[in-house]
């Protein structure tokens, strides 16, 4: 193991346009290997627990044995499960994945198996301040080769849809010092989004596939009605429809619509899911390399999935960092039960931060043949940009309630 063996990892915290936390580690022979626990509006908890509780340990360990770091680090810590945890292990795992890939002189996606496809479909987020907006927007990533495109567009009535930019900025959710305040109106919404498929169907026809995010907002009921009266429009998935901490809860969905569904950007383990995947009550699992314990994890969750008939669809969001896109698309290529990757595309100096070796063409993406997972961090320029508070904003119903689904 001489040459395997961990001698440095540093957390990395910086602000290239947004908060990422990138994990580097590095072992006795030289080589590094880079992982991302980035927490939207939770980083420096992630920080802390790398740098204050898991650094230590790491050190003088074998970089190969990812298992049993894996094993370590989540049975080893009593604690189990939790975004910040499963975040931590997710960037010590996939840097370590990383470290192994370019050990072996290969790209990680041959590490995982191979090729299972040429490349993996990505579906692209079109959004609106109304439906004529929302059109052009549709339009324009038509234009730029997208075969999948989610749509959101601001609800009449509602000041702050969520999924939707201010102003003419780029969307980014986590926008404020302070958590923003909005208000929501879910009979509006509800009239609403049948409204908004029409007129896109209307306008592109039926190929193009089409995605929606309800962010979690609904109540089973109020789901189920959706999905039945999105029937017609033929979607590829209607996305967290309810909060699924309540898996019981998609049975209902289920028994109503056939609309496809698909949930689990905010899991973190296996034991959120599995349920939703052994009961079928799910068509597509959404959760991320980052946020659910890194590729060691999510490949458990995805064979799992398998025997079920539920496909991956990977939450892939700007505030998961380009380390986390590179390793999502060498196990989308690799594993058998893929379905769609998201891709929001980061802000230009983000990837000037990260370098990487994926490419977008034609809606589908690829990780490319650079040893490991191909990206890497300018650590100079990561400094020049140091991390600022951001919050994800806050939802409440008109009636002021703040937990009614
Ligand atoms: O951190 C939260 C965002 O990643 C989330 O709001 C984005 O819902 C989202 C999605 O589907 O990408
Ligand atoms: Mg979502």
Not at 370 to 388: C, F, M, N, R, T
């Amino acid at each position: 193991m001489t040459g395997s063996k961990i001698v440095d990892a540093r957390v990395i915290v910086s602000c290239p346009a947004r908060n990422f936390v990138t994990l580097k580690i590095t072992t006795a022979d030289g080589l590094y290997g880079i992982g991302d626990g980035t927490l939207n509006g939770r980083e420096l908890s992630v920080a802390s627990y790398l740098q204050d509780h898991v650094v230590p340990c790491l050190m003088g360990r074998d970089s190969e044995r990812i298992e049993d770091t894996w094993q370590f680090l989540y049975r080893g810590a009593y604690w189990r499960r939790g975004p910040v945890t499963m975040s931590a292990i997710a960037a010590v795992d996939v840097a370590l994945w990383d470290l192994k890939a370019k050990r072996a002189g290969m790209p990680l996606y041959q590490l995982l198996g191979g090729r299972s496809r040429e490349g993996a479909l990505v579906y692209a987020h079109a959004n609106g301040h109304s439906i004529e907006d929302l059109l052009a927007s549709v339009a324009k990533h038509l234009e730029l080769g997208y075969k999948a495109i989610r749509v959101q567009a601001a609800v009449p009535g509602v000041p702050d849809a969520y999924g939707v930019p201010h102003g003419t900025k780029p969307y980014e959710p986590a926008d404020s010092d302070l958590p923003r305040e909005e208000t929501w109106s879910t009979q509006r919404y509800l009239r609403f989004v049948p409204q908004l498929m029409d007129a896109v169907r209307a306008r592109f026809g039926f190929d193009l596939m089409l995605l929606h995010d309800a962010h979690h907002r609904l109540t089973p009921i109020e789901a189920a009605a959706l999905g039945k009266s999105l029937e017609p429009y033929s979607l590829f998935w209607l996305e967290d429809a309810t909060p699924a901490e309540n898996q019981d809860a998609f049975r209902l969905i289920r028994q109503h619509t056939t609309t496809p569904l698909a949930v689990g950007e905010v899991f973190n383990s296996i034991f959120d899911c599995k349920q939703l995947i052994t009961e079928q009550l799910i068509d597509y699992i959404r959760t991320s390399v980052t946020h659910a314990g890194g590729i060691t994890h999510l490949r458990r969750i995805a064979a799992l999935a398998e025997i079920y008939g539920v496909r991956t669809g990977s939450h892939g969001a700007t505030d998961l960092s380009p380390v986390c896109m590179g390793a999502a698309l060498h196990f989308d290529v690799s594993v058998p039960n893929f379905g769609i990757q998201e891709h929001m595309p980061h802000a230009a100096l983000t990837d000037e931060v990260f370098p990487h070796a994926y490419t977008f063409v034609g809606g589908v993406m690829d990780p490319g043949e650079a040893p490991g997972h191909g990206v890497d961090i300018d650590e100079k320029l990561a400094a020049k940009h140091p991390y600022k508070r951001a919050y994800l904003p806050v939802c409440r119903l008109e009636d002021g309630t703040l937990h009614n689904w």
